[in-house]
């Protein structure tokens, strides 16, 4: 992955740099007003390939989780993005030696290059490769590749470099907004369930209560003993409600007995609801770390979620699949569905399901069209495969 230039270029007149420098700027000021890091990495790609004229453009970061691992997180044109599952070890291939010593690297010629190793679908003549730095700290290698010989120059280096500066730093932005909107959303769902135990379950629990010495008190009068039994019902109803949405805030089956009994028991209570959820287990299912099913849990609650609020429909379909390399979860309705256009901005609960992804490298598709209803797959990698470099 990477960018490949369409045409080899010498060293440019003064003029002609003081216009690539510029350019370098004007990219940077585009690419750091966005916070949206699965918005940010395939724009950014687009951005430099358009504006240097590059065939390709891919950005490797290093894996949130693993950190001796790069994976290819973008790459223009899009098509050419590998699985999330594709991993390269850090100091092997161009790449990796990048990502482990933080200094560039330039082979216009792979022959001749003792650490190249060729990749997947590739036939690549030419490399270069920058490192992604904020503070000292390498978290990722913007790619550039070429099928001919002798593509890039020294000159390519520095500008390349401004960019991966730039870039870097809205990458860390993406994420930080990311990560800050993840902890808002922790700390008053902790807030929101020690307020219901703390105060509304003791409130209805008192209430209940205090209806029992009521009815104690009162005459054996029908009508009177009929409204204190609705009144018991009510508040039972209630107290079950309350209940139950404190423990999807705080699910503790989730760090008990795991992913697939958690989200047969969420299955469960929204059935209760009147949503009919399917529960579909493909491949053996087994423990997960403790960030990726929790990830993975809080998708699959946000889209039966929505499921429930705006498909118009009775039914759902959850789909868990465990393969050696991945975990994937897939919710899928029929119901009315929705046109999502690329530059669409992301809603709370979309963005809320991108964080979660990127928090541990997983790859969030959804598909929705009008009357078609909606498709939403979470893929969470579980085995490296190993590559020269994505």
Avoid at 97 to 111: E, I, Y
Avoid at 275 to 290: F, H, N, Q, S, T
Wanted: proline share 5%; net charge negative.
């Amino acid at each position: 992955m990477g960018m490949a230039a369409k045409s080899a270029r010498p060293s440019r007149p003064g003029s002609l740099a003081a216009e690539r420098l510029q350019l370098v700027l004007e990219l940077g000021r585009r690419v750091t007003s966005i916070l949206d890091l699965d918005a940010l990495l395939p724009e950014a790609c687009r951005l430099i390939a358009e504006a240097f004229a590059y065939d390709v453009v891919g950005i490797n970061l290093v894996d949130p989780l693993e950190q001796r691992w790069l994976y290819q997180a973008a790459a223009h044109p899009p098509e050419l993005t590998l699985p999330r599952s594709f991993r390269v070890p850090l100091g092997r291939g161009l790449t990796g030696w990048v990502a482990r010593h933080g200094r560039p690297r330039l082979a216009n010629d792979v022959a001749d290059e003792p650490l190249y190793l060729s990749g997947p679908g590739r036939n690549t003549r030419s490399e270069l490769d920058v490192p992604l730095k904020v503070g000292g700290r390498t978290i990722g290698v913007l790619n550039v590749e070429s099928e001919r010989v002798n593509a890039f120059s020294e000159d390519d280096v520095p500008y390349l470099e401004g960019l991966a500066s730039q870039l870097a730093q809205a990458i860390e932005n993406a994420r930080l907004a990311a990560h800050s909107r993840q902890l808002a959303a922790a700390e008053e769902r902790a807030r929101l369930a020690r307020d219901l135990h703390d105060e509304t379950v003791q409130a209805l629990v008192a209430i209940r209560r205090q209806l029992d010495l009521l009815e104690l008190d009162l005459d054996e009068r029908a009508r009177a003993v009929e409204r204190l039994e609705a009144l018991h019902a009510l508040v039972d109803r209630t107290l079950e409600g309350v209940r139950r949405l404190s423990r999807n805030l705080r699910p503790a089956v989730l760090e008990d007995l795991g992913l697939v009994a958690a989200l047969r028991a969420h299955a469960d209570e929204l059935a209760r609801l009147g949503l009919r959820v399917e529960v579909a287990i493909v491949g053996a299912p087994r423990r997960l770390p403790a960030p990726a099913e929790h990830a993975a849990y809080r998708v699959a609650q946000e889209a039966l979620s929505n499921v429930a609020r705006h498909a118009g429909v009775a039914e759902a379909r959850l789909e868990l699949t465990f393969a050696a390399e991945e975990l994937a979860v897939t919710v899928e309705d029929r119901g009315a569905g929705a046109t999502l256009s690329p530059g669409q901005s992301a809603g709370q609960g979309l963005a809320g399901m991108r964080d979660r992804a990127a928090e541990i490298g997983a790859d969030l598709q959804v598909c929705s069209a009008p009357g078609a209803g909606t498709t939403v797959r979470l893929a969470v990698p579980l085995k490296l495969t190993l590559v020269d470099r994505l």
